[in-house]
């Protein structure tokens, strides 16, 4: 049974958050636990008011949670079965030359 066009748009919502090499990059260094807006900001390698976008894109999305501690915000993982999806969709498109199993997970 197809799941109801609410869940469709809300998981649409959440993959969105995630396309993007940059998001993705902050949600894989999330995996291993929380960090600073500041850490994130090295890490992408852009300015603060770009990550920052990002940040709150996924925030919205349900990905990441945030919290304020004095000056400093730190963003986690908002589930921890991230890492599951994404071993699933490195099934899905393995590095060219490397493919693996035709089946996923």
Not at 5 to 22: D, E, F, G, N, Y
Not at 91 to 102: N, R
Request: proline content about 3%; overall charge positive.
């Amino acid at each position: 049974m197809p799941a109801s066009k609410t869940t469709s748009t809300r998981r649409a919502a959440v993959i969105k958050a995630l396309a993007h090499p940059s998001r993705l990059l902050i949600a894989e260094a999330l995996m291993d636990g929380e960090m600073c807006v500041c850490d994130l900001k090295d890490l992408v390698g852009a300015d603060l008011s770009t990550v920052s976008k990002h940040l709150s894109l996924m925030r919205d999305a349900g990905v990441l949670n945030s919290e304020k501690r004095g000056l400093n915000i730190y963003y986690s993982l908002a589930c921890a079965c991230l890492g599951d999806f994404l071993r699933c969709v490195d099934q899905l498109a393995p590095a060219k030359g490397k493919c693996t199993s035709k089946g996923c997970c």
